[in-house]
Every structure is written in C-alpha cells, then in structure tokens.
C-alpha cells in the first residue's frame, strides 16, 4: 500500500507549500473534483436518510466555548483567541471552532421545539481547526483545517437505539460505495466521572451495544474511553503505516444540551431534555482520502474519479469527433478530458499513468461510424459500440457508484 503523500504529489490530488504552512493543505483541481463527488454523495445521502442541511460560522466568542466545555477540554488545541477589541463587536474575543457541535445546539435552540420535531437531524460538511503540533502533522491524515461530514441528531433517549442502527447502516453503505471496509468498530463505555445518572447511560450503552450486535459487526468494548458526556461508537481504519485512526464516529452526549439549556414540549406538556447523537459518516474529508488514496493507491472507482473518461482520437482527422464525444459527454454530467498532444502510445499511457478509469479511442474507423473503442484503466478493451452506448455504460456505472468499472 502506498504512501497518500506520495501519490498525492504524483497524482497531482493536493498540494503542502511552507508559505501556506504546515497541515493546510491546498487541493488541487484533480483532488478538488474527486471530493466534490463525494461531498455531493454524502449530502444526497444525508438528505434522504432525513437530514436537513446547515451553514454555521467557523468561528464564534470564546465564551460559547467555555460554555461548551471545549476550551476546558480541547483548550491546548485551539488556536488563540483573536484578541481585538472589535473582534465581535462588543470586545469579546473570537476563536476558529475545535468542533461543530455547540453551532449545531444553537440550531436546535433557535427556537421553541416540540416532541412531534424528535428526531430533529442536523447536518453540515463544515470548517474546523485544530493546533496540532507540527511534528504529528502529515499529507492529508493530520492536518489543522478540518473538513467535516457532521451531523447532530436531537431526539429521546428511547429513539437513540433506532437512530444509531441507521447511522450504522448508511456508515456500511458510504464506505462500500467508496470501496473500503473498516478494520474494527470500538464501543467506550462510561468510566469514574461522567455526566448524568447511572441508569440514563445504562440505557444509552445498551441501545450503542444492541445497535453493534444488530449491524452483525464485530466490535470491542472500552470500558472507562468513554467521554464524560456521554458513550460512543468509534469505526477505525489502518493507515499505510499501520496505525490505526478513528474515521467515523457516533456519540452520545447528555452534556451539550444541559450546557446550552436545550428542552422541547413532550407529550404531557413537560419540558425535558433531548439527547444529542454527534455522528459523521465518513469523517473529516482529509483523512477520508488519505485512506482512500492509498486503498486504491490512486485508481479511484470511477464515481469520483477525478478525470471518468478520457478521449483519445488516434489522429487529427479525428479531432472534431472527439470534441463533440467530449462535449456531451459533459453535457451528461461526466468529467472528461480530449488527450490529442503527443503520440498516440504516449497519450494512452498518459491516461493509463492518471489513472482514469475509461479511455474512448477514436480512429478512422470509429469516426466514420460514429462509434469509440471503450479502454478500461485495467487493461481491458471492449468491442466498437456507439459513442452514446459508450456513454450510457459509464454512466450507469457512476450513477450505481460502482466499484466494478462494468454494470453488474
């Protein structure tokens, strides 16, 4: 397995410069397109599972954190204060978020709720920071712009068992749709100090466990990892290196909404408490494809495939229909280049060395007949068919977001 590093600069997918500085990395428009692939995935996923989308400021008054107990708990790793006067406006200090959820909280807060709203699901794909030490920072995996798949479930403690089985569920399904699976799943129980009664996190254990065993995965427990606030469900990845990462996460949290005095309506007319579930689906978009970069070692399937379909005319007779083949083909949503500098051999290794998953030859023959040689990146060809046939495939492929370059 490959470095990400290594691959990300062959690949050209992203960029470090030390003008910039250490763990901000730039992605490059070949990186940039395969994420924005996945970015639309998640979200389209996010949105039928019931999720309602939200923008939210990197940053807020120092004060919403020591509310939130993130500046007690992640203090050593935010970056400073910014300490003027104007700042926000009432000369209090803004800081960059460790951290999405206490925006989220105010989202449930912004006005009264009623029982009839639970679960109220809150996602966003937004910005944090972190002031990791330049020492553990590397490629895409540690980094101190963070791109998060985040979300907030607000419900009742008797829904958290239903909704973590679906966010366990739509976990399996991103990840085989991105073509990796996890490498274990670890359930932290409560330990000493913990926030709230025994019986409530009783219960919220017993739903997390009951949703592992459910789901048919294998898992480990952690008696005592679990977060003051609340037990959680860790999903780890191995990197090239070996060490193993948290990639995606559900937690549990009975601290945010007593911190921030969320309550709705229930039934009897009683104000009460919700839970609040964190969960990301796919983690932080940075470590996400430095796993991704090194499972496929670059040959992504070919749904976010920086480049889906290159188009080769074997000479410049054929140049005009490979520019009208490009041209719908984009027009059908693909990403598609024409490679017509150099030699033939030289342009089909070029796209063989990219890595993209389909290249359309177009010689003489194919032109007259308005038909293209289907390449496949694994060295297969395919029969002359008609460039829309040609097209039809990849697209039944990207829109099954299929590993197979072939529909089953």
């Given at each position: 397995?490959?470095?990400?590093?290594?691959?990300?600069?062959?690949?050209?997918?992203?960029?470090?410069?030390?003008?910039?500085?250490a763990g901000?990395?730039?992605w490059l428009?070949?990186?940039?397109a395969a994420?924005?692939?996945?970015?639309e995935?998640?979200?389209?996923?996010?949105?039928?599972?019931?999720?309602?989308?939200?923008?939210?400021?990197?940053?807020?008054?120092?004060?919403?954190?020591?509310?939130s107990?993130?500046?007690?708990?992640?203090?050593?790793d935010?970056?400073?204060?910014?300490?003027d006067?104007?700042?926000?406006?009432?000369?209090?200090?803004?800081?960059?978020?460790p951290?999405?959820?206490?925006?989220h909280?105010?989202v449930?807060?912004?006005?009264?709720?009623?029982?009839?709203?639970?679960?109220?699901r809150?996602a966003?794909?937004?910005?944090?920071?972190?002031?990791?030490r330049?020492?553990?920072?590397?490629g895409?995996s540690r980094?101190?712009?963070?791109?998060l798949?985040?979300?907030?479930?607000?419900?009742?403690?008797?829904?958290?068992?239903?909704?973590?089985?679906?966010?366990?569920?739509?976990?399996?399904?991103a990840h085989?749709?991105?073509?990796?699976?996890a490498?274990?799943?670890?359930?932290?129980?409560?330990?000493?100090?913990?926030l709230?009664?025994?019986?409530?996190?009783?219960?919220?254990?017993?739903?997390?466990r009951?949703?592992l065993?459910?789901?048919?995965?294998?898992?480990?427990?952690?008696?005592?990892e679990a977060?003051?606030y609340?037990p959680?469900?860790?999903?780890q990845?191995?990197?090239?290196q070996?060490?193993e990462l948290?990639?995606?996460?559900?937690q549990?949290?009975?601290?945010?909404?007593?911190?921030?005095?969320l309550?709705?309506?229930?039934?009897?007319?009683?104000?009460?408490?919700?839970?609040?579930?964190?969960r990301?689906?796919?983690g932080?978009?940075?470590?996400l494809?430095?796993?991704?970069?090194?499972?496929?070692?670059?040959?992504?399937?070919?749904w976010?495939?920086p480049?889906?379909?290159?188009v080769?005319?074997?000479?410049?007779?054929?140049?005009?229909?490979?520019?009208?083949?490009?041209?719908?083909?984009m027009?059908?949503?693909?990403?598609?280049?024409?490679?017509?500098?150099?030699?033939l051999?030289?342009?089909?290794r070029?796209?063989a060395?990219?890595?993209?998953?389909?290249?359309a030859?177009?010689?003489?023959?194919?032109a007259a007949?308005?038909q293209?040689?289907?390449?496949?990146?694994?060295g297969?060809s395919?029969?002359?068919m008609?460039a829309p046939?040609?097209?039809?495939?990849?697209q039944?492929v990207v829109?099954?977001?299929?590993?197979?370059?072939?529909?089953?």
């Open positions: 397995m490959h470095d990400h590093r290594k691959l990300g600069r062959e690949l050209e997918l992203f960029h470090s410069d030390p003008l910039v500085g901000l990395p730039i428009p070949a990186g940039a994420r924005h692939a996945v970015e995935y998640i979200r389209e996923e996010e949105r039928l599972a019931g999720y309602q989308h939200v923008y939210s400021p990197p940053l807020a008054k120092q004060e919403m954190y020591a509310r107990g993130h500046l007690a708990k992640f203090g050593e935010m970056f400073p204060p910014m300490a006067d104007h700042a926000a406006g009432d000369g209090s200090a803004l800081m960059l978020r951290s999405l959820c206490p925006h909280a105010m449930f807060g912004a006005r009264g709720r009623s029982y009839r709203e639970l679960p109220l809150v966003e794909l937004g910005g944090m920071y972190r002031a990791e330049s020492g553990v920072l590397g895409l980094v101190r712009a963070i791109s798949n985040d979300a907030h479930v607000f419900c009742s403690v008797d829904q958290v068992g239903s909704e973590v089985a679906a966010m366990l569920a739509m976990i399996g399904r085989a749709a991105l073509g990796f699976a490498d274990g799943y670890r359930l932290s129980l409560r330990g000493e100090q913990f709230g009664e025994a019986a409530v996190w009783d219960a919220a254990e017993g739903m997390l009951e949703a065993v459910e789901a048919e995965v294998d898992f480990a427990e952690a008696p005592g977060a003051f609340g959680k469900i860790d999903i990845i191995r990197d090239a070996g060490r948290s990639l995606a996460t559900i549990v949290d009975f601290a945010q909404p007593e911190r921030f005095n309550a709705y309506v229930d039934s009897d007319g009683v104000k009460r408490r919700p839970v609040m579930v964190h990301s689906i796919i932080s978009l940075e470590r494809f430095a796993h991704l970069i090194e499972v496929h070692q670059g040959a992504f399937p070919a976010y495939a480049v889906q379909l290159a080769v005319p074997i000479g410049e007779a054929q140049h005009d229909a490979a520019w009208a083949l490009a041209d719908r083909a027009r059908d949503g693909l990403r598609v280049e024409v490679l017509s500098e150099g030699s051999g030289l342009r089909v070029e796209a060395q990219r890595k993209i998953p389909y290249a030859v177009i010689g003489a023959r194919e007949a308005g293209v040689a289907l390449r496949l990146r694994d297969r395919l029969d002359a008609p046939d040609a097209l039809a495939l990849i039944s829109a099954a977001h299929a590993i197979s370059l072939l529909p089953a």
